[in-house]
Protein backbone atom coordinates (compact mmCIF):
# COMPACT_ATOMS: atom_id res chain seq x y z
CA UNK A 1 0.00 0.00 0.00
CA UNK A 2 1.21 3.68 -0.73
CA UNK A 3 1.02 5.13 2.64
CA UNK A 4 -0.51 8.90 2.04
CA UNK A 5 -0.14 11.87 4.71
CA UNK A 6 -3.95 12.78 4.81
CA UNK A 7 -5.06 16.51 6.49
CA UNK A 8 -8.65 15.58 8.00
CA UNK A 9 -10.58 18.69 9.46
CA UNK A 10 -13.51 18.60 11.67
CA UNK A 11 -12.14 15.17 13.37
CA UNK A 12 -13.71 15.76 16.81
CA UNK A 13 -17.32 14.33 16.04
CA UNK A 14 -19.53 12.59 12.73
CA UNK A 15 -17.93 12.10 9.45
CA UNK A 16 -14.68 13.39 10.67
CA UNK A 17 -14.23 11.04 13.54
CA UNK A 18 -15.00 8.36 11.60
CA UNK A 19 -13.04 8.80 8.75
CA UNK A 20 -10.07 9.65 11.03
CA UNK A 21 -10.20 6.31 12.61
CA UNK A 22 -11.07 4.66 8.93
CA UNK A 23 -8.33 6.07 6.80
CA UNK A 24 -5.35 5.53 9.99
CA UNK A 25 -6.22 1.95 10.32
CA UNK A 26 -5.39 1.25 6.26
CA UNK A 27 -2.21 2.56 7.65
CA UNK A 28 -2.29 6.17 6.09
CA UNK A 29 -0.62 8.83 7.96
CA UNK A 30 -3.50 11.27 9.32
CA UNK A 31 -3.42 15.05 10.94
CA UNK A 32 -6.70 15.60 12.29
CA UNK A 33 -7.50 19.37 13.02
CA UNK A 34 -9.71 19.95 16.11
CA UNK A 35 -10.53 23.45 17.41
CA UNK A 36 -9.55 24.29 21.15
CA UNK A 37 -8.03 21.03 22.13
CA UNK A 38 -6.75 22.41 25.63
CA UNK A 39 -10.61 23.46 26.18
CA UNK A 40 -14.17 21.78 25.36
CA UNK A 41 -12.57 19.43 23.05
CA UNK A 42 -10.07 18.19 25.34
CA UNK A 43 -11.38 14.60 25.99
CA UNK A 44 -12.45 14.01 21.95
CA UNK A 45 -8.27 15.41 21.13
CA UNK A 46 -7.27 12.96 23.56
CA UNK A 47 -8.95 10.22 22.62
CA UNK A 48 -8.07 10.47 18.59
CA UNK A 49 -4.12 11.23 19.94
CA UNK A 50 -4.46 7.25 21.13
CA UNK A 51 -5.12 6.30 17.62
CA UNK A 52 -2.26 4.71 15.74
CA UNK A 53 -1.22 6.79 12.65
CA UNK A 54 -3.27 9.76 13.85
CA UNK A 55 -1.66 13.43 14.97
CA UNK A 56 -3.94 15.99 16.37
CA UNK A 57 -3.63 19.57 15.37
CA UNK A 58 -5.72 22.57 17.16
CA UNK A 59 -6.90 24.44 14.51
CA UNK A 60 -9.58 27.26 14.13
CA UNK A 61 -10.28 26.90 10.85
CA UNK A 62 -11.40 30.59 10.37
CA UNK A 63 -8.05 31.80 10.88
CA UNK A 64 -5.56 31.92 8.31
CA UNK A 65 -2.42 32.32 10.63
CA UNK A 66 -3.84 28.74 12.56
CA UNK A 67 -4.58 26.87 9.40
CA UNK A 68 -1.03 28.14 7.86
CA UNK A 69 0.84 27.16 10.56
CA UNK A 70 -0.59 23.75 10.68
CA UNK A 71 -0.21 22.95 6.89
CA UNK A 72 3.86 24.11 7.92
CA UNK A 73 3.30 21.75 10.46
CA UNK A 74 2.90 18.98 8.51
CA UNK A 75 5.15 19.82 5.32
CA UNK A 76 8.06 20.31 8.25
CA UNK A 77 7.31 16.69 9.34
CA UNK A 78 6.33 14.83 6.28
CA UNK A 79 7.39 16.73 3.31
CA UNK A 80 4.00 16.40 1.68
CA UNK A 81 -0.06 16.56 1.94
CA UNK A 82 -1.50 14.00 -0.15
CA UNK A 83 -5.02 14.05 0.56
CA UNK A 84 -7.14 16.93 1.63
CA UNK A 85 -10.19 15.93 3.51
CA UNK A 86 -12.48 19.14 4.05
CA UNK A 87 -15.17 17.81 6.25
CA UNK A 88 -16.19 20.33 9.11
CA UNK A 89 -19.19 22.64 8.93
CA UNK A 90 -22.15 24.21 10.61
CA UNK A 91 -25.51 23.65 9.88
CA UNK A 92 -28.61 26.55 9.49
CA UNK A 93 -31.76 25.72 8.91
CA UNK A 94 -34.89 27.98 9.66
CA UNK A 95 -37.23 30.53 8.00
CA UNK A 96 -34.69 32.17 5.38
CA UNK A 97 -35.27 35.95 6.14
CA UNK A 98 -34.52 35.18 9.69
CA UNK A 99 -30.53 35.31 8.69
CA UNK A 100 -28.81 37.97 9.03
CA UNK A 101 -26.08 39.48 7.55
CA UNK A 102 -24.00 38.39 10.10
CA UNK A 103 -25.24 34.69 9.92
CA UNK A 104 -24.77 34.04 6.57
CA UNK A 105 -21.55 35.63 6.44
CA UNK A 106 -20.73 33.37 9.84
CA UNK A 107 -21.73 29.87 7.96
CA UNK A 108 -19.72 30.72 4.81
CA UNK A 109 -16.57 31.56 6.63
CA UNK A 110 -17.15 27.93 8.19
CA UNK A 111 -18.66 26.23 5.17
CA UNK A 112 -16.88 27.64 2.28
CA UNK A 113 -14.06 30.28 2.75
CA UNK A 114 -12.82 27.76 5.15
CA UNK A 115 -11.95 25.34 2.65
CA UNK A 116 -10.77 27.47 0.27
CA UNK A 117 -8.24 28.54 2.50
CA UNK A 118 -7.04 25.12 2.84
CA UNK A 119 -7.51 24.25 -0.53
CA UNK A 120 -5.17 27.13 -1.47
CA UNK A 121 -2.58 26.65 0.69
CA UNK A 122 -2.32 22.57 0.03
CA UNK A 123 -2.48 23.01 -3.61
CA UNK A 124 0.92 24.26 -4.55
CA UNK A 125 2.42 21.20 -2.88
CA UNK A 126 0.12 18.74 -4.52
CA UNK A 127 0.79 20.31 -7.92
CA UNK A 128 5.21 20.43 -7.33
CA UNK A 129 4.60 16.49 -6.88
CA UNK A 130 1.91 15.91 -9.69
CA UNK A 131 -0.38 14.01 -7.34
CA UNK A 132 -3.20 14.73 -4.90
CA UNK A 133 -6.10 14.91 -3.63
CA UNK A 134 -8.99 16.80 -2.49
CA UNK A 135 -12.31 15.81 -1.11
CA UNK A 136 -14.95 18.13 0.07
CA UNK A 137 -17.42 17.11 1.84
CA UNK A 138 -20.90 18.61 0.71
CA UNK A 139 -24.13 17.65 1.20
CA UNK A 140 -27.70 16.56 -1.03
CA UNK A 141 -28.58 19.71 0.06
CA UNK A 142 -26.38 21.71 -2.25
CA UNK A 143 -27.93 20.02 -5.00
CA UNK A 144 -31.42 21.22 -3.88
CA UNK A 145 -32.26 24.21 -2.00
CA UNK A 146 -35.07 22.89 -0.06
CA UNK A 147 -37.35 25.69 1.82
CA UNK A 148 -36.19 25.81 5.64
CA UNK A 149 -32.51 24.85 4.41
CA UNK A 150 -31.57 27.59 2.39
CA UNK A 151 -28.61 29.61 4.11
CA UNK A 152 -27.35 26.01 4.12
CA UNK A 153 -27.91 25.24 1.01
CA UNK A 154 -26.49 28.46 -0.44
CA UNK A 155 -23.26 27.64 1.34
CA UNK A 156 -23.11 23.81 -0.16
CA UNK A 157 -23.64 25.04 -3.62
CA UNK A 158 -20.97 27.53 -3.29
CA UNK A 159 -18.70 25.10 -2.24
CA UNK A 160 -19.78 22.78 -5.06
CA UNK A 161 -19.07 25.68 -7.13
CA UNK A 162 -15.33 25.25 -6.25
CA UNK A 163 -15.33 22.13 -6.39
CA UNK A 164 -16.70 21.24 -9.94
CA UNK A 165 -14.08 23.97 -11.30
CA UNK A 166 -11.75 22.98 -9.79
CA UNK A 167 -11.91 19.39 -10.32
CA UNK A 168 -11.09 20.05 -14.18
CA UNK A 169 -8.52 23.15 -13.71
CA UNK A 170 -6.10 20.51 -11.87
CA UNK A 171 -7.13 17.08 -13.21
CA UNK A 172 -4.45 17.61 -15.73
CA UNK A 173 -1.73 18.63 -13.48
CA UNK A 174 -2.76 15.35 -11.55
CA UNK A 175 -4.71 16.15 -8.79
CA UNK A 176 -8.06 15.00 -8.46
CA UNK A 177 -10.97 17.19 -6.87
CA UNK A 178 -14.05 15.06 -5.30
CA UNK A 179 -17.07 16.17 -3.74
CA UNK A 180 -18.97 13.65 -1.23
CA UNK A 181 -22.61 14.54 -0.66
CA UNK A 182 -24.43 12.92 2.56
CA UNK A 183 -28.12 12.69 3.22
CA UNK A 184 -29.17 13.19 6.51
CA UNK A 185 -27.44 11.41 9.07
CA UNK A 186 -27.66 11.75 12.77
CA UNK A 187 -24.14 13.07 14.14
CA UNK A 188 -23.39 15.94 16.41
CA UNK A 189 -23.76 19.06 13.89
CA UNK A 190 -27.25 17.91 13.48
CA UNK A 191 -27.85 18.35 16.73
CA UNK A 192 -25.86 21.93 16.85
CA UNK A 193 -28.11 23.19 14.09
CA UNK A 194 -28.33 26.87 13.85
CA UNK A 195 -31.26 29.52 13.16
CA UNK A 196 -31.55 32.70 12.25
CA UNK A 197 -30.82 35.45 14.60
CA UNK A 198 -33.60 38.04 13.57
CA UNK A 199 -36.90 36.16 15.21
CA UNK A 200 -38.90 39.34 14.85
CA UNK A 201 -39.65 37.31 10.92
CA UNK A 202 -41.18 34.42 12.19
CA UNK A 203 -44.30 34.94 13.68
CA UNK A 204 -45.21 36.27 9.98
CA UNK A 205 -44.78 32.49 8.79
CA UNK A 206 -47.04 30.86 10.56
CA UNK A 207 -49.09 30.10 7.95
CA UNK A 208 -46.58 27.22 6.78
CA UNK A 209 -45.20 26.18 10.02
CA UNK A 210 -46.76 22.93 9.56
CA UNK A 211 -44.51 23.07 6.72
CA UNK A 212 -41.07 23.63 8.22
CA UNK A 213 -42.60 21.10 10.84
CA UNK A 214 -43.39 18.14 8.81
CA UNK A 215 -39.43 18.70 7.46
CA UNK A 216 -38.15 18.52 10.76
CA UNK A 217 -40.76 15.19 11.52
CA UNK A 218 -39.56 13.55 7.91
CA UNK A 219 -36.13 13.79 9.33
CA UNK A 220 -36.73 12.11 12.43
CA UNK A 221 -38.49 9.61 11.22
CA UNK A 222 -35.53 8.89 8.95
CA UNK A 223 -33.54 8.33 11.50
CA UNK A 224 -35.44 5.70 13.11
CA UNK A 225 -36.35 3.67 10.46
CA UNK A 226 -33.45 3.97 8.17
CA UNK A 227 -30.55 4.58 10.87
CA UNK A 228 -28.32 5.96 8.97
CA UNK A 229 -24.37 5.49 10.36
CA UNK A 230 -22.25 8.30 9.83
CA UNK A 231 -19.50 5.62 8.81
CA UNK A 232 -21.34 5.24 5.66
CA UNK A 233 -19.87 8.42 4.33
CA UNK A 234 -15.98 7.63 5.99
CA UNK A 235 -16.54 4.73 4.24
CA UNK A 236 -17.12 6.76 0.66
CA UNK A 237 -13.79 8.94 1.26
CA UNK A 238 -11.86 5.70 2.11
CA UNK A 239 -13.17 4.63 -1.21
CA UNK A 240 -11.91 7.83 -3.26
CA UNK A 241 -8.56 7.63 -1.50
CA UNK A 242 -8.06 4.30 -2.36
CA UNK A 243 -8.81 4.59 -6.26
CA UNK A 244 -6.50 5.44 -8.62
CA UNK A 245 -6.07 9.14 -10.12
CA UNK A 246 -8.08 9.82 -12.38
CA UNK A 247 -10.93 7.64 -11.70
CA UNK A 248 -12.91 9.02 -9.00
CA UNK A 249 -15.73 10.35 -9.75
CA UNK A 250 -16.76 14.34 -9.40
CA UNK A 251 -19.85 13.44 -6.97
CA UNK A 252 -20.56 10.69 -4.99
CA UNK A 253 -23.63 10.99 -2.76
CA UNK A 254 -23.91 9.00 0.82
CA UNK A 255 -27.80 8.80 1.50
CA UNK A 256 -29.58 5.54 1.73
CA UNK A 257 -33.36 7.13 1.77
CA UNK A 258 -33.49 9.89 -0.80
CA UNK A 259 -29.68 9.32 -2.56
CA UNK A 260 -31.73 8.09 -5.74
CA UNK A 261 -32.80 11.66 -6.53
CA UNK A 262 -29.78 13.56 -6.42
CA UNK A 263 -27.96 10.97 -8.29
CA UNK A 264 -30.25 11.40 -10.91
CA UNK A 265 -29.92 15.24 -10.72
CA UNK A 266 -26.19 15.33 -10.92
CA UNK A 267 -26.40 12.74 -14.26
CA UNK A 268 -29.06 15.44 -15.29
CA UNK A 269 -26.58 18.76 -15.25
CA UNK A 270 -23.28 16.71 -15.38
CA UNK A 271 -24.51 15.88 -18.81
CA UNK A 272 -25.58 19.33 -19.86
CA UNK A 273 -21.99 20.77 -18.07
CA UNK A 274 -20.02 18.93 -20.35
CA UNK A 275 -22.25 20.21 -23.32
CA UNK A 276 -21.10 23.86 -22.08
CA UNK A 277 -17.20 22.99 -21.89
CA UNK A 278 -17.72 21.90 -25.44
CA UNK A 279 -19.36 25.12 -26.20
CA UNK A 280 -16.79 27.31 -24.69
CA UNK A 281 -14.33 24.98 -26.44
CA UNK A 282 -13.09 23.15 -23.08
CA UNK A 283 -13.80 19.71 -24.22
CA UNK A 284 -9.77 18.94 -23.61
CA UNK A 285 -10.94 19.16 -20.22
CA UNK A 286 -13.02 16.40 -20.10
CA UNK A 287 -10.86 13.96 -21.34
Known amino acids: ?16 WFTAHSVAAL ?9 DIDGKNADKAKALEQVENVTVLDVSLTD ?5 SAIDTIIAKEGRIDVLVNNAGAAMFGVAESATTDDVQRLFDVNVIAPWRLMKLVLPYMRKQSDGLIINVS ?4 RFA ?22 YEVRPLGVDVAIVQPGAFPTEMSQKIQTGYDESVVDDYKAINNVSNKLFAAIG ?34 DRPTGEITKRANEAVQAEFENV ?11
Open 146 to 167: APFTVVYSASKFALEGLSEGLH
Open 1 to 16: MNRKIVLITGTNSGFG
Open 221 to 254: QMFETVNPNPQEVADAIVNLISLPKGQRPLRTVV
Open 277 to 287: LKAFGMEDLLA
Open 27 to 35: GHKVYATIR
Open 139 to 142: SGWG
Open 64 to 68: EISVK
